[in-house]
């Protein structure tokens, strides 16, 4: 936080806003979850092969399993001296002039080194093995750690796990892995003027669109999220719901931050031992930005308006969540053209909503009709948000960040 001398806070530029957020991180948390369960989380610690894999030498196919030397004089005839199911191993060594049927998958019994399919054999019948081609050692055999060797390093700390992953893990025996916990966040909205679904809203109040927004927002990146309700402008209840909030690893408070006679919510949360980092951010949609940490706990006041909530929920908090469940928490920015010209009469750095359009080289973005932080019909239509400098006069094909919602 800046603060010179008898003066209110002094707004800080985007960069420095989320220098401070980093800076404030808690250690990350891990658990041990089910392996069924894990998709979608990262690793906490490393995946080491316990042993080799294959674990042994397998047939590759139905037929029957030879010494390859034997066939050497194809056409040969060889004796038939049992069947080797999958999952089970062979009872005895394969001698010269000996075979036994294989099924696929099965380990390879001593002795033997190839397979011979049972199109290129023929059982006679008095149940030997006529062989008409010779093999070579090591056909439709799959080899003992030719996949990896006991000791490799198979998935690294903070590997994202999809399906893929977790059926490696789960071919190594796993039947839950640790990773890293869930983050906890509390969402609580806040405002007179702010109305619950299934509620009639009177006239000068509004539905509450940001909690459905920033809840399935949270659902979506697997965060553990409580909705703390909607609390009126009203002291008391309040701080009763911002002390509950406290008992999470993040507090979400929309609303309440801006400078009305009724925005309590900086009150509430110093009264509760938050200590505040930074109030006001040069960005636009966003400015009330509020940001504090108490211990281990973080608190984001988010501005009341939906795609001011919006755009500060995907700057700042999402990151956060990120980073706490194992991800590298980095700006999920990306580069794209713009397809028309835009200025940006703001003062301050703006992000600004965009369809994403493919272009054969790269990724264009046609900027939509935006009337500001309230204007939640025309946003429902975008993909993204670019940024757009302060005062820029941006032209058609002009190089652009931007990030996807």
Request: aromatic share 8%; hydrophobic share 45%.
């Amino acid at each position: 936080m800046i603060r010179l001398a008898g003066m209110r806070p002094i707004m800080i530029s985007f960069t420095t806003a989320r220098k401070i957020v980093f800076r404030h991180l808690p250690r990350r948390k891990t658990s041990c979850l089910e392996l069924v369960k894990a998709e979608g989380r990262f690793l906490s610690r490393d995946v080491m092969a316990p042993t080799d894999a294959p674990a042994f030498d397998r047939a590759v196919m139905d037929g029957f399993a030879v010494r390859s030397r034997d066939t050497a004089d194809a056409p040969v005839v060889l004796r038939v001296v049992g069947f080797v199911p999958a999952g089970r191993v062979f009872g005895r060594r394969i001698g010269a002039g000996e075979s036994a049927a294989i099924a696929t998958g099965a380990v390879m019994p001593p002795g033997a080194d190839a397979v011979i399919k049972k199109e290129d054999a023929q059982v006679l019948s008095d149940g030997r093995l006529r062989v008409v081609r010779r093999v070579c050692r090591g056909k439709d055999v799959y080899p003992r750690g030719r996949d990896y060797r006991k000791g490799t390093l198979l998935l690294r700390r903070a590997t994202l796990l999809n399906p893929s992953r977790i059926a490696l893990l789960g071919s190594l025996g796993y039947g839950c892995v640790e990773v890293f916990a869930p983050a906890r966040v509390a969402l609580l909205t806040t405002g007179d003027e702010v109305v619950p679904a299934g509620r009639c809203a009177r006239r000068g109040q509004v539905y509450d669109a940001t909690t459905p927004m920033i809840f399935s927002s949270l659902s979506r990146m697997g965060a553990l999220c409580e909705h703390l309700g909607h609390a009126p402008d009203r002291v008391a209840l309040l701080d009763k719901k911002v002390r509950q909030g406290l008992k999470h690893d993040i507090l979400i408070v929309t609303g309440g931050v801006s400078a009305g006679a009724k925005d309590y919510v900086p009150r509430m949360l110093a009264k509760n031992g938050v200590t505040r980092l930074f109030h006001k951010v040069l960005i636009r949609p966003g400015k009330p930005l509020w940001f504090g940490r108490r211990g281990r706990q973080l608190v984001f006041g988010l501005p009341g308006n939906p795609i001011a909530s919006l755009v500060t929920f995907m700057l700042f908090v999402k990151p956060v969540i990120e980073y706490l469940q194992g991800g590298e928490g980095k700006s999920s920015f990306l580069q794209g053209v713009l397809l028309k010209d835009v200025y940006n009469e703001s003062e301050r750095l703006s992000f600004l909503p965009a369809r994403l359009r493919r272009q054969n080289r790269g990724t264009g973005l046609m900027p939509l009709t935006f009337h500001g932080s309230a204007d939640i019909y025309h946003v429902a239509g975008a993909d993204c948000f670019f940024a757009a400098p302060a005062h820029a006069r941006l032209k058609k094909k002009t190089h652009v960040s931007f990030f996807k919602i």
